[in-house]
């Protein structure tokens, strides 16, 4: 186990429920069962608050903690360019990463590449919301 996927999943901050969110997604990955739903308040096409909760595994809660963090205080535009890279990334379409999305690093690497279902659960889950 990665030790720095390990203490990234544990900074619970924003693994909370939101009860008077303006907007929620919820998935499931079919290949090893994670669940994780998403929970946000946008105003003005900002998200304000972000809150994630789950059952899921340490590479998926770890996205969604870092996810969260990057996502407040951002427009949905911006937050939906990062969903859309992520993709990229783990289809292979970018080799190294971009200054921009540097905050993901400690996930996105090669060796984790066996995890990228779990790693993009979260961004699956909050593009559902962004890109409408």
Known sequence: MDLEILNIASDTDNNRN????????KLKNSLCGDEIQIKLIIEENKIVDFGYQG??????????????????????????????????????????????????????????????NCILLPFKTLKKIVSN
Not at 61 to 85: F, H, P, T, V
């Open 55 to 116: 059952d899921a595994c340490v590479y998926c809660q770890a996205s969604a903690n870092l996810l969260s963090k990057i996502s407040i205080n951002n427009k949905k535009e911006k937050i939906n360019e990062l969903c859309d890279y992520a993709k990229s990334y783990f289809d292979g379409k970018y080799k190294t990463m971009d200054k921009q999305w540097f905050f993901f690093d400690k996930l996105f690497k090669k060796k984790n590449f066996s995890k990228k």
């Open 18 to 25: 939101i009860e008077n969110h303006t907007h929620f997604s």
